[in-house]
Nanobody, 119 residues
Framework: QVHMVESGGGLVQAGGSLRLSCAAS????????MGWFRQAPGKEREFVAA????????YDADSVAGRFTVSRDNAKNTVYLQMNSLKPEDTAVYYC????????????WGQGTQVTVSS
């Protein structure tokens, strides 16, 4: 298992930006695909973005494509989520997750960081 800690959440006005960070430890970071998920109050957790161990990026096109960018720094064992043009509907707890290369599911999760976007 890889251990992860998210940071960078907070309160921001609509149209603003935040950058979330997820610091990983415990296993070789480069052996993992990394993902970001979010869960809004009363809703199920949903996929936001992911970046593979080879830095191939995928996004939830309907909600964040063009506004959010996922990146990773293997030297720092850290994955980032740059969020621009934030909307009130982006308000949620954001979770970092890790999937060992070759696995089908994300098996390790961080504790989450709250993002609140005011209108």
């Amino acid at each position: 298992q890889v251990h992860m800690v998210e940071s960078g959440g907070g309160l921001v006005q609509a149209g603003g930006s935040l950058r979330l960070s997820c610091a990983a430890s415990g296993r070789p970071f480069s052996n993992y695909d990394m993902g970001w998920f979010r869960q809004a109050p009363g809703k199920e957790r949903e996929f936001v973005a992911a970046i593979s161990w080879r830095s191939v990026r995928t996004y939830d096109a309907d909600s964040v494509a063009g506004r959010f960018t996922v990146s990773r720094d293997n030297a720092k064992n850290t994955v980032y989520l740059q969020m621009n043009s934030l909307k009130p509907e982006d308000t949620a707890v954001y979770y970092c997750a890790a999937r060992r290369v070759g696995d089908s599911v994300f098996g390790s999760w961080g504790q989450g960081t709250q993002v609140t976007v005011s209108s």
